[in-house]
């Protein structure tokens, strides 16, 4: 490759950021000038500046000062320096290069107070360092990254993830959350995890299926998303006797060619893939029911999971189709002052943890609710795209291979888990990440972890709701049993009860929160709070009970959960929930003892045409409703109205009024299915009785004392301006049994004496 003299010469090791060495510089005119030459690693740096100077360009310029606006005429320096993920200072294992543009050659490598640096934040692009396998550059542990080519089957490879799996393996504390399993207890060594029912075993020159319920040893998972030439490679009562004879390679799919290939790479001699494993028909669904349930379990105890991300079912994952390595130049490579062979530097048209982000969360496969589970679960993962290949284990951020780069975000934290109150969107995985740690050893109450998990998967999707929607989820469901008994275990008051009653020769039975669709009777109070994010939420026809949040198929999330809250509503008796257990959906009844009040809920008649601007009008009201409930942050009303007029209205609210002063807001509601209940956006006054049914209480710390205006307002007078009833809303379809339909808040004081006047009466929620 053709280099100018600068370039020829140029020892780009030598600055590393970590030493006190001064970055390399060279003017931009001159990058200009020898990129029309020809030189390749000017041409590299010339792209790179450019696309920076464009990135800069494109900010907002209105807070700018002039000076800080001519940046880009005014930086005529490009300063460069290197970096790696080595600790050894004689090993830095060097990857990536970056680059500041400047107005001065020798100025800070960092932005100063007089703004003179245009930097990378300016671009999507980035510069890595690779080396052959063989080289001096990769052998001398100077460069971490190695170039490797598009094909992934090669035994290079193989070996690059081999040394990944012993870094993870015997990493001791730094890797300890790889050791355990997602409830915390200890994770098996490879070589004595429990096999699944079924697995494909993988010799040199023979794959087939093999029988081994009850033995031990070392497999790996696949994770992909169906195509519809999957179906034919499904495992059947008919063929399942040949299968355990051989499985004719060939005839399978690409990804499941491709699967066995990595097994085989790197000696693991059984993989598990459902479609093969799992009887998909011929046997009334009978295997497929038992091997549901086990499915978590599989995953977890895998040495590691590929997720099969590349997309075409025509090519398989193996192969990189766009590998994403543009303007590649060879440089020497300097060891001792001396040259000693050469390596690569080429330009990437997307950092590592964008790309990331976009092959990897925002992919299809990463929307899928099977996958959330299988992602969570598993202890290790490698996830091929078409562009690039990245491990990731439970006690690390993502690395990507082979340029050998680590995330941003030295590990995860258990502790750093995000709030309920924010939009998942489409895809539940980063959210995800987050929770592939020991859940033990958060500090708070575990059920806000578990709230945290159903945020995200109730946002991916299920091709068969109706078979899948309960099962997808019980895997995680049966790891964290562990998690909450061992946290009520742990409770000092439980233990000081625990002591007192064993003075007195008596046995202590702990508390029970046991799993019931999607919820934890330990914690059914919060639980049964939950709330639709989606305007248009259909039911889902997997038989789960109204109160659940799996009766929809929508993103749901949970009021925030506040100090003090006091639970008004009595749980008599939970039903059992056994996922998998056809007979657990004959009982789905919560038996309650609570108080029970008429209300109505009032929506708009609107044309098509005056949605948006009826809307405003009409969410003005729930919005100041919300507020007074402590949901919303208070502000004056020329800013709400603002707001409401440039919104996307992905949830929908509506207002409460008790049947005896029905022109006054009371509260505000989320209904389920709110598209069920009127014509249009909006709903009309409801056909039929609803019913208000008090769950808690909580006690609203206002942060600011209500205007004159807003004192003196219809929509505020009489209020309990410190507690808030929270409550669901219910439908009656049978002598003391009712059906769930939204859920809201209560603030209206006059309207809280009617629950108490009513008194309490017993009923079934189904």
Known sequence: MTLCKTCAELDICKFNMASSVPPWARSLAYLEQQSLNGCRFCILLWEMASSMRKGFRRQEYDHMTPAKKALPDTCRWLRLHVRGTGTDKNKPQLNTAHVVLSNDKFASSTVDHINVLITEEFTDH???????????????????????????????????????????????????????????????????????????????????????????????????????????????????????????????????????????????????????????????????????????????????????????????????????????????????????????????????????????????????????????????????????????????????????????????????????????????????????????????????????????????????????????????????????????????????????????????????STYVFGLWSGDLHHGLLWRSKAPQAAACTCSAPSWSWLSLCSPVVWFTRHFGTEKALQIIRTPVHTPGDPNALKNRALHLNGRLVKVVVKGAEESPQSIREMRVEQLFETWRAREMTGEMAREPQNVIKGKLKSARFDEIYYAVHSKARPDDVAGWASLDEPQHYGGGDCVNIFKGEVIACHVTTRHHVRSRRLSKFEVQAPLFRGRNRGKVYDVLFLREIGENVYQRIGVGSIFDTDFMKEFVKGGKSRFKLV
């Open 126 to 512: 980035e510069i890595c360092l690779v080396a052959d396998d063989e080289s001096r550059a990769f052998q001398s542990g100077m460069l971490g990254g190695r170039y490797l080519g598009t094909d992934r089957d090669t035994p290079e490879f193989y070996e690059m993830l081999s040394q990944w799996l012993d870094q993870c393996m015997n990493g001791g504390r730094a890797h300890a959350a790889c050791t355990k399993l997602t409830s915390g207890d200890a994770r098996p060594k490879p070589s004595e995890s429990p096999l699944p029912t079924r697995c494909v075993k993988v010799r040199e020159n023979h794959v087939c299926l093999e029988d081994t319920s009850g033995k031990k040893g070392k497999y790996i998972t696949l994770s992909h998303r169906w195509h519809d030439n999957t179906a034919a490679c499904n495992t059947t009562i008919s063929n399942l006797n040949d299968r355990l004879k051989e499985v004719e390679v060939d005839r399978l799919t690409p990804t499941f060619r491709d699967a066995i290939a990595v097994a085989r790479g790197l000696s693991i001699p059984y993989i598990w893939i459902d479609s093969l494993c799992t009887i998909q028909s011929g046997d009334n669904g009978e295997d497929w029911k038992e091997q549901a349930t086990k499915m978590g379990d599989y995953y977890q105890h895998s040495l590691f999971t590929i997720c099969a991300i590349s997309g075409a079912e025509d090519y398989g994952f193996l192969e990189m189709k766009s590998p994403g390595i543009e303007s590649i130049a060879q440089l020497p490579f300097f060891e001792g002052g001396k040259r000693a062979g050469h390596m690569y530097a080429y330009r990437r048209p997307l950092k590592a943890e964008r790309l990331f982000s976009r092959d990897v969360d925002q992919s299809n496969l990463m929307s899928r609710g099977w996958v959330f589970q299988e992602h969570m679960l598993s202890r290790r993962i490698v996830y091929f795209t078409d562009s690039e290949t990245f491990a990731e284990c439970a006690s690390s951020t993502p690395k990507t291979f082979p340029s050998n780069q680590q995330l941003p975000g030295s590990s995860i934290n258990a502790r750093n888990l995000p709030d309920l109150n924010f939009s998942i969107g489409k895809f539940g995985m980063a959210l995800n990440r987050t929770l592939k740690v020991d859940l033990e050893a958060r500090k708070t109450s575990p059920y806000h972890s578990w709230y945290t998990i159903v945020a995200g998967y109730s946002s991916t999707d299920l091709t068969f709701p109706s078979k899948d929607h309960l099962v997808a989820i019980s895997g995680v469901a049966s790891e964290f049993d562990k998690v909450i008994k061992a946290s009520l275990e742990r409770k000092k008051q439980e233990r000081l009860i625990a002591r007192s009653m064993a003075r007195r020769g008596k046995k202590y039975v702990p508390p029970v």
